[in-house]
């Protein structure tokens, strides 16, 4: 997909940062499974009697450790992960502007500010999240849960576990669903935002005309009209989420109550002890976050991905004016001359044979007639060979090194001789 290459292009800048915020992140996970385990012993400790007070501090003193892991692990994770996607917002928001900069005015006559304005903001954003936050949810919806679930089997049951994690499975399902409506309608809530953001545009930049004709009231009536239209949109998005993080937070409920009450029958019958009761129940409620970043994962790409589409949609708009197979794209600077000979202007035919010349330095090229061209002449089309004699063609400098005022470098001062 194309969208998914425009990420990967940004992403590979900043990969050793990916692998030291991924690999922070692993630390913090692995370290935070033991805690439940640290927890259990102290609990068949006390209960049977087999741990003094010695005992107790250093299991204390161990999760006192782990903690500290977690907290240097997390601030790690943040700065790494956060701070590369925050990098590749401000580097895809640079090219983003670069490449609308060479891009026509026919270009801005058939795409509105508004919606050019609602790509460089919202669009960008979920871009930020899908490289940012969605690399957190979609390890932690992994490697995370099973981590746990692995602690669950071998340190708990087997059994126990394949109870607690059955109504689990409904998730997997159910979040395939949910990402497909979830990337239509944010798709469409982007697009309400980008007409909203474009009718706002254009009533204020055409405040006296809608004055003039005295146009404010129907004005104010189309307003509205997009506004609840956007305010539709926004609310599709919202419905969906309202209705699916409760139904997460239902399902993880179901299994700690299966937890609750297949747990206490084999706690009573000895085949396991008080300890591993608790444990696990602690495990179950480290299953929520995987569980949620599950959703989560999945509404930061179909919310991504629809971005992305946007955005390349941006890039894949070509400029009317191209450079050729002769430019040499190590000229930055124009020095010498440059000539255009029979100069002839459709508005004035009289004019034929009219030669206009660049002069290094701001020497005219005319003589005592010559004036400055562009007094006069700039803003009318004229149409002349140009002549190479200086030290490099101008046509064949790249597209960004030229001036697009007045066809020469900034230090040319073009003159025509009558």
Not at 50 to 74: E, P, Y
Not at 205 to 210: A, E, M, P, Q
Not at 307 to 334: C, H, N, W, Y
Request: contains cysteine; glycine residues 10%; aromatic residues 10%.
């Amino acid at each position: 997909m194309k969208e998914l290459k425009l990420a990967w292009r940004y992403v590979r800048r900043h990969w050793w940062q990916y692998i030291l915020g991924i690999l922070a992140l692993f630390i913090v996970d692995e370290v935070n499974t033991y805690v439940p385990r640290f927890t259990g012993e102290i609990t068949n400790g006390l209960d049977q009697h087999t741990l003094d007070m010695g005992g107790v501090m250093g299991l204390v003193w161990k999760i006192v450790l782990i903690g500290v892991i977690i907290a240097v692990g997390r601030f790690a994770w943040r700065f790494f992960l956060f701070g590369s996607a925050r990098s590749i917002e401000k580097e895809l928001r640079s090219d983003l502007f670069a490449h609308l900069s060479s891009l026509s005015p026919h270009y801005y006559n058939e795409h509105k500010t508004g919606d050019l304005m609602a790509r460089f903001i919202n669009d960008l954003q979920a871009v930020r999240t899908l490289v940012g936050m969605n690399v957190i949810s979609a390890f932690d919806a992994t490697v995370m849960l099973l981590l746990v679930l692995w602690q669950m089997m071998t340190y708990v049951s087997p059994k126990l576990t394949g109870v607690a994690v059955l109504p689990l499975i409904l998730i997997i399902f159910g979040d395939y669903f949910y990402g497909k409506v979830m990337h239509k309608r944010f798709l469409a809530k982007q697009q309400a935002f980008s007409t909203l953001t474009d009718q706002v545009q254009e009533t204020v930049s055409g405040i006296r005309v809608i004055k003039s004709f005295v146009q404010e009231r129907k004005e104010l009536y189309a307003f509205a009209k997009t506004t609840l239209f956007t305010k539709e949109k926004n609310l599709g998005v919202v419905r969906l989420q309202a209705l699916v993080m409760p139904l997460l937070d239902l399902i993880v409920g179901i299994a700690s109550l299966l937890t609750l009450a297949y747990g206490g029958y084999l706690a009573i019958y000895g085949e396991i002890n008080i300890g591993q009761f608790i444990s696990f129940n602690s495990y179950v409620t480290m299953l929520v976050w995987p569980m949620m970043a599950v959703g989560e994962c999945i509404t930061s790409v179909s919310q991504g991905l629809a971005s992305l589409r946007r955005i390349q949609e941006i890039f894949d708009a070509k400029p009317e004016i191209v450079d050729g197979d002769m430019v040499d794209p190590s000229i930055q600077t124009l020095k010498g001359d440059i000539d255009i000979e029979h100069l002839s202007r459709p508005a004035d035919r009289a004019g034929a044979g009219r030669c206009v010349g660049a002069c290094e330095g701001g020497r005219d090229a005319g003589g005592a007639g010559a004036h400055r061209f562009g007094q006069k002449h700039a803003a009318e089309p004229a149409y002349a060979p140009v002549r190479r004699t200086g030290r490099h063609d101008y046509h064949r400098r790249a597209q960004p090194a030229r001036n697009p005022a007045g066809g020469a470098a900034q230090e040319y001062r073009l003159c025509a001789a009558g």
